[in-house]
């Protein structure tokens, strides 16, 4: 499973299963400050950011960021936390 992570309530949510390394994840570049995305790296998380946002109610927001973590973690399964506030 590859974990994605679009907002800092999904990765406070996840945050557990993030550090214990067993899952590679993906974050959007609004999530954690650059400080925070280099202590995870330090600390072994197999993290990736992509370079823009993501809004999870977007389509082509989701298509384009689905395609780049399919391209690279071929034939898992991808988790994402979507807002059901609206």
């Known amino acids: 499973m590859v974990i994605f992570?679009?907002?800092k309530s999904a990765y406070s949510e996840m945050k557990?299963?993030?550090?214990?390394?067993?899952?590679p994840i993906w974050l959007?570049?609004?999530?954690?400050t650059d400080?925070?995305?280099?202590?995870?790296?330090?600390?072994?998380?197999n993290a990736s950011v992509l370079d823009y946002e993501?809004?999870?109610e977007n389509k082509d927001d989701m298509d384009c960021a689905m395609s780049t973590?399919?391209?690279h973690?071929?034939?898992q399964n991808i988790w994402v936390q979507i807002n059901n506030e609206s």
Do not use: P, Q
């Open 5 to 7: 992570i679009t907002s």
């Open 16 to 23: 557990s299963l993030i550090l214990s390394k067993e899952h």
């Open 28 to 32: 959007t570049c609004n999530v954690l």
């Open 35 to 45: 400080e925070e995305y280099e202590a995870l790296w330090k600390s072994g998380v």
């Open 54 to 56: 993501v809004d999870t």
């Open 69 to 71: 973590i399919k391209e």
């Open 73 to 75: 973690h071929f034939g």
